[in-house]
Structure formats: C-alpha cells, structure tokens
C-alpha cells in the first residue's frame, strides 16, 4: 500500500508559481504512474496532470497544458507538479494518486491510492 502526502500548498497572485510536491512512503514507489487531480468549491475533481512509473510519458489537462510540469524523482520518492502562470480559475485544493498501470490516466477511477490534498489559492 502507498501512503502520499502533499505539501506546498498556499496563497499566490495571480501569475505567480507554486510546487507543489507528493511524498510516497514505501520501496515501490517507482512502480506507480502518478497524477494530480484538483478540486475546486462545488466542483467535481478533476483532471490535472499524470505521469508514467519512469517518467517518460506525460499527460495534461488543456486547462493547464503549457503552464503545469509534472516530474517525479522516484530516488526520492516524489512527485511534483511546478505551476506557472497561476489564474485564479486554478483555486482549488490539489490531489496527488497512484495507480499501479503502465500508462499515463486520466479517470479518477484508474487510481488507487489518494492524498490529503493541499490547498491552492490564487488571487486576482
């Protein structure tokens, strides 16, 4: 079982940046594809960002294609997810996942371990 916890969360103006990042606890983390899903106030989560188990693919929501990177550092056990250009339609509090396919997904259904969640609040 995968435990993650997310940091890096807070309070930016608009087009500013954030990591934030996601810290798996066990040996096997470099066997899961990670994403990042958001949740903004009475919204569904949805998709933000995935990546594959070695980091060669990757997988972005057109909402923020060209302003979020997602990485892993799997020495570290880690997963991040750079934002630049922050809009205040990015508000939300931010998920990471695991799932332990081969590819990239972006169905909250095809993960199977789930963060706390870090708020993101972007003003305007």
């Known amino acids: 079982q995968v435990q993650l916890v997310e940091s890096g969360g807070g309070l930016v103006q608009a087009g500013g940046s954030l990591r934030l990042s996601c810290a798996a606890s066990?040996?096997?983390?470099?066997?899961?594809?990670m994403g990042w899903f958001r949740q903004a106030p009475g919204k569904e989560r949805e998709f933000v960002a995935a990546i594959n188990w070695s980091g060669g693919a990757t997988s972005y929501a057109d909402s923020v294609k060209g302003r979020f990177t997602i990485s892993r550092d799997n020495a570290k056990n880690t997963v991040y997810l750079q934002m630049n250009s922050l809009k205040a339609e990015d508000t939300a509090v931010y998920y990471c996942a695991a799932e332990q396919g081969r590819f990239v997904y972006s169905s909250r259904s095809a993960y199977d371990y789930w963060g706390q969640g870090t708020r993101v609040t972007v003003s305007s």
């Open positions: 066990g040996p096997t983390f470099s066997r899961y594809g």
